[in-house]
């Protein structure tokens, strides 16, 4: 199974850019890297995936290091809406495997 | 469109209890899944579907089962209730394999077990 490994929390001010890291060093050529975010008392909610080109939408943008070891997801302008935990996660087949995530504080 | 729906919000059961958590999509999604979160931690896969009359397990399936007679809808069953299964259960639906189709989720089921 791919895994993933992301710090457990980060702390951004509002309005400035988010910069949440993830590795995947175990990452297999055809497993796609997906990005959902969670808020408090909800489901994930899917932001964006890809295989190894960026990739951007309304959302966010997702950068895909040479090697697909690792992967980097921005969001452009923090705003407190935005405070989630994050994941990154790999899947294997049709499942996904969700880490811890990324606890994300957005500071006024 | 409602998406994923689950049913109850909210669940306590006795140490032994049964019951069904519901989960029912309306957007013909061919794939279903269940995952738990326990407290602090991320989501589990329990048990997964890739269409109707069709189930597999994922990583935590014991003391569950599940059914898939039609495509809306994929209950997830507790047969006796243990303070190991107190935990936010998630339904998710994909139009394709998950890889290249994103995951919808319901707003979860919180179980308490005592």
């Known amino acids: 199974d791919a895994k993933t490994t992301q710090p457990n929390s980060m702390e951004s001010n509002e309005e400035e850019p988010v910069h949440l890291p993830c590795n995947h060093s175990?990452?297999?050529?055809?497993?796609?890297i997906h990005w959902y975010r969670q808020l408090p008392s909800q489901g994930p909610e899917y932001v964006i995936h890809?295989?190894?080109s960026n990739v951007n939408n309304r959302m966010a943008s997702l950068a895909i290091a040479e090697d697909r070891k690792s992967s980097t997801l921005i969001l452009h302008r923090a705003t407190l809406r935005d405070a989630a935990v994050y994941y990154c996660?790999?899947?294997?087949?049709?499942?996904?495997?969700f880490g811890t995530g990324t606890s994300l504080t957005v500071i006024p | 469109n409602a998406g994923v729906t689950q049913t109850p919000k909210f669940r306590i059961l006795k140490i032994g209890q049964s019951m069904t958590l519901q989960c029912t999509q309306d957007?013909?999604?061919?794939?279903m899944y269940w995952y738990r979160q326990d407290p602090g931690m991320g989501l589990k896969l329990i048990y997964y579907?890739?269409?109707?009359?069709?189930?597999d397990k994922g990583e935590v399936p014991n003391g569950y089962n599940v059914s898939r007679s039609t495509t809306e809808d994929f209950p997830l069953r507790l047969e006796l209730a243990a303070p190991s299964q107190t935990s936010v259960y998630f339904c998710?639906?994909?139009?394709?394999?998950?890889?290249?189709?994103?995951?919808?989720f319901g707003n979860g089921t919180r179980l308490t077990v005592t």
């Open positions: 890809g295989l190894t």
């Open positions: 175990t990452i297999s050529g055809t497993d796609y």
């Open positions: 998710a639906s994909s139009y394709l394999t998950g890889v290249n189709s994103p995951l919808h």
């Open positions: 957007m013909n999604h061919n794939y």
């Open positions: 579907s890739v269409g109707a009359g069709i189930t």
């Open positions: 996660i790999t899947n294997t087949g049709n499942q996904f495997y």
